[in-house]
């Protein structure tokens, strides 16, 4: 963990800040990145992703949350520091990480189920056994039927449904989603982090989760992480621990998930307003 | 979803071929119109451009004109086809490569082609080769400059998508640069064609006299003006046909997304 930055609040937020002994999948250590011309992005941004957990990243726009993603992703070079997963540091993308983007990246000229078995078709896997894998999750991402549609022919919904199937079939440990539900309307966006976290639960994957939204990050994490306004650093590393057992409109009437908004809105406003 | 998409695009082009029947109908009843003012004694009316048409099909003028005309147009676009297209891809993902080629095909672009085929004959005098590289001259500019844009305007979100799938140099191109680049390729081989038919005639009416060129040329000595009108809508038929062919070609076999499913 960096140290707070002075400006921070002398809030609560403490229900555990990262020090506990979980065990890191992925660690972030002293990210640094400034682009051509001097604009710095991130400034010594560390954090860890426990094992399993979904981890949010969280912060004012513009702040570096893509930036930090993509380098944990390996399509970003850091300026220094280095992002560790099982240890080894990144170098560059590998298998053992997959990426759902916040455009969708979805190829107009192929079906759904090419799109959601491109990673497999690159890595050579046989057609037949490749499709299997990608009917597989898209059922898991309920879009089954609309195998040989194309992106344009589906809702933003689905086509993010698209993005999540491929992302799954290549069946990396670690998921990189970069606002994944940024260009879905509301409705959508409610029902999908729902069958998200359903999906997920089955999966054992460990998941980064860059969102701009407050509700959201509370509502799907095990642990969020609020960077600061650029140069991003963190500024905190919160585990709201929200008991998702019972249904999801009772978890947003919780007043401790209410409670965890408003303690994260105030924690980002002081950025916002400073 | 799926459905509902399809039956607004139904609805839209139900009657294609009803609005094109009538616009040609309309073109056609001015042009005959205008034939009875007259506009000037050089323009016919529609009814004696059809007949004279029909005639010239009949006898086997325009089979003896479009065996001269046709061979080197053919040879031209499918060296610039194949060549231009190849040119273009290897501009748009080598910086050398594009260093070298792209000023002189923007030049050649720019440039007003009927200023340099007269120079042709100077090189290759005034036979085959002559009308084969008018076709060259005309076609390849818009062919390998559409084909650079394509390839190397290929969207940064599906690279980006590719690379962290851990795509390979190799896949990249063939799986993301030359499908994404692949629209503004054939648009770019559709104008080259019509450019293509543009060099041929432009060929014959400067350079060789031959073909459906000739035709024109000759007919308009003969002041026998709807037989040179037959000739000129005949060659703009065949331009207009092939092009569209050419589109429809595209869209059966590379284009499956654009079909109606």
Redesign the interface.
């Known amino acids: 963990m960096t140290d707070p930055p002075p400006t921070s609040p002398s809030l609560p937020l403490s229900s555990d800040t990262g020090g506990r002994s979980r065990e890191a999948a992925v660690r972030v250590m002293n990210l640094t990145k400034e682009y051509p011309g001097g604009i710095r992005a991130l400034e010594g941004v560390s954090f860890d992703l426990p094992r399993g957990e979904l981890t949010s990243i969280i912060g004012p726009s513009g702040c570096g949350k893509t930036t930090t993603l993509k380098i944990m992703a390996g399509l970003v070079e850091a300026t220094a520091g280095d992002v560790l997963v099982d240890g080894s540091p990144v170098r560059g993308p590998g298998p053992d990480r997959a990426f759902v983007f916040q455009d969708f990246a979805l190829m107009p000229w192929a079906t759904v189920l090419r799109n959601a078995a491109f990673g497999l078709e690159l890595r050579g896997v046989a057609k037949r056994e490749r499709e299997a894998v990608a009917r597989e999750y898209i059922a898991k991402v309920n879009l089954s039927g609309f195998e040989d549609a194309y992106p344009h022919q589906l809702s933003g919904g689905m086509r993010q449904r698209v993005g999540l199937a491929r992302a799954l079939a290549v069946d990396a440990d670690i998921l990189l989603m970069d606002e994944p539900f940024a260009s879905v309307d509301e409705q959508i966006r409610r029902k999908f982090q729902e069958d998200l976290l359903n999906l997920l639960s089955d999966e054992k994957k460990t998941v980064v989760f860059v969102t701009h939204s407050i509700e959201e990050a509370v509502y799907v994490s095990d642990q969020i992480v609020i960077l600061t306004r650029g140069p991003a650093q963190v500024s905190k590393v919160v585990r709201p621990g929200i008991d998702r057992d019972s249904d999801s409109q009772s978890i947003r009437r919780d007043p401790a998930y209410l409670d965890w908004v408003e303690r994260i809105w105030d924690e980002l406003r002081d950025y916002l307003e400073g | 979803?799926?459905a509902r998409?399809q039956s607004r695009s139904g609805r839209i082009s139900g009657h294609p071929w009803l609005l094109r029947g009538l616009s040609i109908l309309l073109v056609l009843a001015l042009w005959e119109w205008a034939g009875t003012i007259p506009v000037s004694i050089a323009f016919p009316k529609f009814s004696e451009t059809i007949v004279a048409f029909v005639e010239m099909l009949g006898d086997g003028t325009f089979v003896a004109a479009y065996s001269e005309t046709i061979p080197p147009l053919v040879v031209g676009v499918l060296l610039t086809g194949i060549g231009g297209i190849l040119a273009g891809i290897a501009m748009g993902l080598s910086p050398k490569a594009q260093w070298l080629g792209l000023p002189l095909f923007i030049v050649l672009q720019a440039s007003p082609s009927a200023a340099i085929v007269p120079l042709i004959t100077f090189i290759y005098g005034i036979g085959f080769a002559a009308k084969v590289f008018a076709v060259v001259l005309l076609s390849a500019p818009v062919i390998v400059l559409n084909s650079y844009r394509g390839i190397s305007n290929a969207p940064r979100?599906?690279l980006?998508?590719?690379?962290?799938?851990?795509?390979?140099r190799w896949?990249r191109i063939w799986?993301?640069v030359l499908?994404?680049g692949?629209g503004l390729i054939f648009a770019g081989l559709r104008l080259g064609l019509a450019q293509g038919f543009t060099g041929a005639v432009l060929a014959e009416l400067i350079i060789t006299p031959t073909g459906v060129g000739d035709l024109i040329t000759f007919y308009r000595s003969t002041a026998d003006y709807a037989y040179m009108f037959a000739s000129i809508l005949s060659i703009i038929l065949l331009a207009s046909v092939s092009v569209s062919l050419l589109q429809n070609l595209e869209k059966r076999i590379f284009?499956?997304?654009m079909r109606p499913?």
């Open positions: 979803m799926v998409i979100s599906l980006e998508m590719s690379e962290a799938f851990l795509a390979s896949q799986k993301i499908p994404a692949s284009r499956p997304e499913a």
